[in-house]
Every structure is written in structure tokens, then in C-alpha cells.
T-cell receptor, first 114, second 112 residues
Framework: EAGVAQSPRYKIIEKRQSVAFWCNPI?????LYWYQQILGQGPKLLIQ????????DSQLPKDRFSAERLKGVDSTLKIQPAKLEDSAVYLC????????????FGPGTRLTVT | AQSVSQHNHHVILSEAASLELGCNYS??????LFWYVQYPGQHLQLLLK??????LVKGIKGFEAEFIKSKFSFNLRKPSVQWSDTAEYFC??????????FGTGTSLTVIP
């Protein structure tokens, strides 16, 4: 079974530029999560989708971050414009069933904002 | 708001030593509890989970954890660590709504 795919794996941009990350969850997984993991901290949930609907985006900085999950499969997370403090690893995870019993994580995208 | 505390930030042990990593959470209602591990250069992966029943749960690679409701704790243990256990360990809590809350992680280094 293929795992959660993410791209790119690494990205370096200057502040005020835009960036987008892509995630392809495990086939059949209805729930998709985006996390931000700053160095030395645990993953922090940014947004959670159930199929193509948003379940929780309370911690998403909506003035600069946006995410979508068209057709309830792939998802993209965008930052526009980026700030220095956005430097982090962005993790995508997916899960199946309700209630969710386990998450499966992708390899993450390491973003460096200079 | 939910919070998860991992008090040990860095732990260094010799091989064959016993391990216990602390995890405490703040939510008073029904929770599901997890330990995830991230080996160097690899994805986060599930070590073990607790949903209900026996509060002592066993996971992969000889790890176990005990849920103590009165202490809001879910400590991870292993009787004898190996060099290959060197990794970052994260405690996570889930309650209603399927949102997961992670601790800050504990970095474990096992010296051969």
C-alpha cells in the first residue's frame, strides 16, 4: 500500500514570496490533516479536512495560509506571503474511519524562509 | 484548550537501560492516547495507542505505555533499550472531533 506522498521535500524561498505544498493521501482515506512542525516543537494542526470539507481550521493563519482539497483526494497548502517564522516542516497525514483511530504521516516538506 | 506535556526533552541512555518517557495531558473528558516515533530521516509512525480497556497497552518493538486516568498520564516504557531506538518520541491526545494534539517531543539517544 502506497503511503502519504508529499512534494516538494525541500523548499527555500525569500520572505514575502509565495509557496505551495502538495499532498496525496492514502487511497480511501477520507480525513486529511496539515500540520506545521517548527524545530524543537511537536506538530501543530493547521487544518483538517473530511473528504473535501473543512472540519477544523481554527489554528490556520488565514491572512496568509490557505488550503484546499478538491474532489476529496489531493490537497494543497499555500502560504502567501511567507514570513521568516513560517520556516518549519509541513506534514500531511491521512486517516480513515470515524472516529479516527490512527494517522498516517507523509515525509513532510521542509520550508526555509530567508 | 487541550495541552500535552512531555517533560523530558532530551534523554541519553546506554544500551540495555530501562526507559520511561513522561506524558501528561490537560483534557478531563474521554481521550484517546498515542505515542508516535520518528527515526532519523523517516516519517512519524505509530508506536502504540490507547482507546479503552486495559490501561496497559503494548506496541511495536517492545514498547508499552500505561494510561493512568487519575494522573492524566500516559507514560511510555521499555525495559531494555537498543541503539536502534534512537529517535524522537511524541505523545499525542485525541478527543472529540478527531483533532490530534501533540507534545513537544523527547529526543532519545541510545549509546552502544
Amino acid at each position: 500500500e502506497a503511503g502519504v506522498a508529499q512534494s516538494p521535500r525541500y523548499k527555500i524561498i525569500e520572505k514575502r514570496q509565495s509557496v505551495a505544498f502538495w499532498c496525496n493521501p492514502i487511497s480511501g482515506h477520507a480525513t486529511l490533516y496539515w500540520y506545521q512542525q517548527i524545530l524543537g516543537q511537536g506538530p501543530k494542526l493547521l487544518i483538517q479536512f473530511q473528504n473535501n470539507g473543512v472540519v477544523d481550521d481554527s489554528q490556520l493563519p488565514k491572512d496568509r495560509f490557505s488550503a484546499e482539497r478538491l474532489k476529496g483526494v489531493d490537497s494543497t497548502l499555500k502560504i502567501q506571503p511567507a514570513k521568516l517564522e513560517d520556516s518549519a516542516v509541513y506534514l500531511c497525514a491521512s486517516s480513515y474511519g470515524t472516529p479516527v483511530r490512527e494517522q498516517y504521516f507523509g515525509p513532510g516538506t521542509r520550508l526555509t524562509v530567508t | 484548550a487541550q495541552s500535552v506535556s512531555q517533560h523530558n526533552h532530551h534523554v541519553i541512555l546506554s544500551e540495555a537501560a530501562s526507559l520511561e518517557l513522561g506524558c501528561n495531558y490537560s483534557y478531563g473528558g474521554t481521550v484517546n492516547l498515542f505515542w508516535y516515533v520518528q527515526y532519523p530521516g523517516q516519517h512519524l509512525q505509530l508506536l502504540l495507542k490507547y482507546f479503552s480497556g486495559d490501561p496497559l497497552v503494548k506496541g511495536i518493538k517492545g514498547f508499552e505505555a500505561e494510561f493512568i486516568k487519575s494522573k492524566f498520564s500516559f507514560n511510555l516504557r521499555k525495559p531494555s533499550v537498543q541503539w536502534s531506538d534512537t529517535a524522537e518520541y511524541f505523545c499525542a491526545v485525541k478527543h472529540t472531533g478527531n483533532q490530534f494534539y501533540f507534545g513537544t517531543g523527547t529526543s532519545l539517544t541510545v549509546i552502544p
